[in-house]
């Protein structure tokens, strides 16, 4: 038996090694990949996005207040475009709240002065020092609309004194899309180059939601490579990369802020932190303006919330590579997404994301049937060699090696294999993990609620043993709080440990015997969804592996 663990340890470390070596170890560095690095770094000679600017830091009430906007608003967000730059520095989704059943809807974007600055520029750049661009000092004049809707976009404009009018005209559509078509027009005889940029801002980083399964920070898919890069690392580094197509933003877990530079044009990214965090692009090839005449490029924004049919439907409609990675689907991506439009049509199905996930968990467990069958079958039989190893155990008590050649042999005898009670739980554990992943990035489990006492499925069980589920009048620590859920799963595992064939030895016993108790409070911050996919496929294992025993007549109590 203890060889037997030994090889099966060996062998569970092996398949670790490799999974990191395949999903998460960085790729080698070689001398083509630093030539490469040099070459993209170097190759660009496009004109530096830095600018000086002095910002005293006030509220974001003072910070909208200080310039003339103009309003937007559809059925998904409302906002202002600040004259002033001409940025977007201003938006509020309108359909999700900060917490559950408060009235205070979530505000993502805001004013470069406000210490939770956080905007995007758009414009012109160019390389000759001697023309004069607009910065974000600059003040834009509006013409027409005063106010931006799906049906009316807004026209902006900036001239200089050398005979050269730098316009904009911004639309929106009715969720999350703005467009921007821009515009330089010449008045002169002289000849210029111009490129195209645009560029997010973010002034502070962000609470970071977890630690290790999701990715919050700058992100990028460049050449179909996903590129995701914290902010520590860029308070660090900067990443710059040129690339044909592709997209990049500011992540967090349920919110995307992402530009989307012209089509069919080379653009170099940067990601950087000079006192706040950006991410931009910059046209590697410049438009001409020759004299007497103008030049116009189009690029979009999306600032959404990730939810999966609005960011698959701009991926599809925008033909925007590889855009749907905007949700951190992680490695498990094929099991991740499948199983996330299972419990969304369960849920179209039958009203209730909890229902859902019973739904999908009654339908893994049909998947896994004829697996678990065999290994129930399997531990049926070692329930019933119970007595015989006992035997074996008094009779090879002083000798360990002649105790393992009997047990060794009477394995053989009746066809057993000891192992085959894991190959079950060593499968369903990515499933476990990748529904772990949708119940925590996913922005349609947010506030959804189940019956009682769970109204978030994405959060944690919020009642506590030790205060009797609430019956007592006082709050408990978080570290205390093992709700509900989490013990009735820590019961169901119990039990159904109970069902299987004791390990034969004491120590093994004891430590299976605390395992239920261990999973209980290391599963009670997770999301109240995942326990309660854990408990209701615990009871129907158990239901499974009753049915198989009684099959195979053995006894289902120890």
């Keep these: 038996m203890e060889t037997r663990n030994i090889i099966a340890a060996i062998s569970l470390s092996a398949a670790v090694i490799l999974l990191y ?51 937007f608003e559809n059925q998904s967000i409302i906002g202002s475009i600040s004259l002033k730059g001409a940025t977007i520095d201003d938006l509020t989704f309108k359909e999700y709240n900060v917490v559950l059943n408060g009235d205070e809807k ?23 020092k001697n023309v004069e661009i607009p910065n974000s000092n600059s003040i834009w004049s509006v013409s027409g609309n005063k106010k931006l809707t799906t049906q009316s976009p807004v026209k902006l404009s900036w001239a200089n004194d050398q005979g050269i009018t730098f316009e904009k005209e911004i639309s929106i559509d009715d969720k999350f899309l703005f467009t921007v078509k821009q515009r330089v027009i010449n008045s002169t005889n002289n000849k210029y180059d111009f490129y195209s940029y645009g560029q997010i801002i973010r002034n502070e980083a962000p609470e970071i939601t977890n630690f290790y399964i999701l990715h919050e920070g700058l992100v990028a898919t460049l050449d179909d490579e996903l590129i995701e890069e914290d902010y520590d690392d860029i308070e660090e580094k900067k990443f710059s990369r040129i690339a044909q197509k592709g997209w990049l933003g500011i992540g967090d877990k349920y919110w995307i802020t992402s530009l989307i530079p012209p089509k069919g044009k080379e653009f170099k990214t940067t990601f950087d932190y000079k006192n706040k965090f950006r991410a931009n692009f910059v046209a590697t090839q410049p438009l001409e303006l020759n004299s007497n005449s103008s030049i116009e490029d189009k690029m979009q924004i999306i600032v959404a919330a990730k939810r999966v049919d609005v960011i698959d439907g701009y991926a599809e409609s925008l033909k925007i590579d590889k855009f749907d990675l905007t949700i951190d689907w992680g490695f498990l991506y094929f099991i991740t997404k499948p199983l996330f439009f299972g419990i969304d049509y369960f849920f179209k199905l039958l009203g209730n994301y909890g229902l859902a996930i019973i739904a999908i968990t009654i339908c893994i467990r049909l998947a896994f049937f004829p697996l678990a069958n065999f290994s129930f079958r399997s531990m049926a039989k070692m329930k019933a060699l119970t007595p015989e190893m006992t035997r074996l155990k008094e009779l090879h008590k002083d000798d360990k090696m002649k105790l393992q050649q009997a047990m060794m042999a009477l394995y053989k005898k009746e066809k057993v294999n000891p192992m085959s009670g894991c190959l079950p739980i060593l499968v369903q554990i990515p499933v476990f993990f990748a529904l772990y992943k949708v119940l925590f990035v996913t922005i349609e489990m947010r506030h959804m609620p189940f019956y009682g006492w769970i109204q978030d499925l994405s959060e944690r069980d919020p009642t506590s043993l030790f205060n009797l589920f609430g019956l007592l009048p006082y709050d408990v620590p978080s570290f205390l709080m093992i ?50 996919y854990w408990t209701i496929n615990n009871i129907l294992t158990m239901a499974q592996q009753v049915f198989i025993m009684k099959r195979t007549k053995v006894k289902t109590a120890t």
């Excluded at 990949?33 to 530096?48: F, H, L, M, N, R």
């Excluded at 974007?109 to 390389?127: C, D, H, M, Q, V």
């Design 21 to 71: 070596t395949l999903f998460f170890a960085p790729p080698p560095v070689t001398q083509e990949s630093i030539a490469e690095q040099s070459k993209t770094e170097q190759s660009s000679d496009t004109p530096s996005l830095d600018q000086k600017e002095n910002i005293t830091e006030i509220s974001r009430e003072e910070a909208l207040s200080e310039s003339e906007r103009i309003q």
């Design 106 to 128: 979530v505000n993502l974007l805001a004013p470069r002065n406000a210490k939770e600055g956080y905007l995007i520029e758009s414009g012109f750049i160019t390389t000759d």
């Design 483 to 532: 709700g509900a859920w989490p013990i009735a799963m820590g019961i169901s595992m119990f039990v159904q440990m109970k069902l299987n064939p004791a390990p034969t030895d004491p120590m093994q016993a004891k430590i299976f015997m605390f395992f239920p108790l261990f999973l209980t409070i290391i599963l009670a911050p997770f999301p109240a969804g995942l326990v309660i």
